[in-house]
């Protein structure tokens, strides 16, 4: 399902990169509304609501800047426990 959603949204080129980022953001609770916030915009313009396609757009851009940002957080712990 949620494959045939990104490539009914994306190009070509930006269909995998967004498909990781999606199934990353579904396995993340910080990221998980981001992936539920996609699936919902789909939705809603599958149903002929055809602005909501941007909103699609931008929940992965967030995922991808959730998930990024969780990992800066991540590598300065891991600094910080070597410093020790």
Not at 45 to 72: P, T, Y
Request: charged share 35%; aromatic share 10%.
């Amino acid at each position: 399902m949620l494959r045939e959603y990104v490539n009914d949204i994306f190009v070509e080129e930006y269909r995998v990169p967004s498909y990781r980022t999606l199934l990353e953001a579904k396995d993340n609770p910080k990221t998980i509304i981001t992936y539920h916030n996609f699936i919902n915009a789909y939705e809603l313009q599958a149903n002929g609501e055809s602005s909501f396609g941007n909103i699609c757009c931008m929940s992965v851009d967030s995922a991808i800047d959730l998930l990024l940002e969780e990992q800066k957080i991540k590598k300065k712990k891991k600094a910080r426990k070597k410093r020790r």
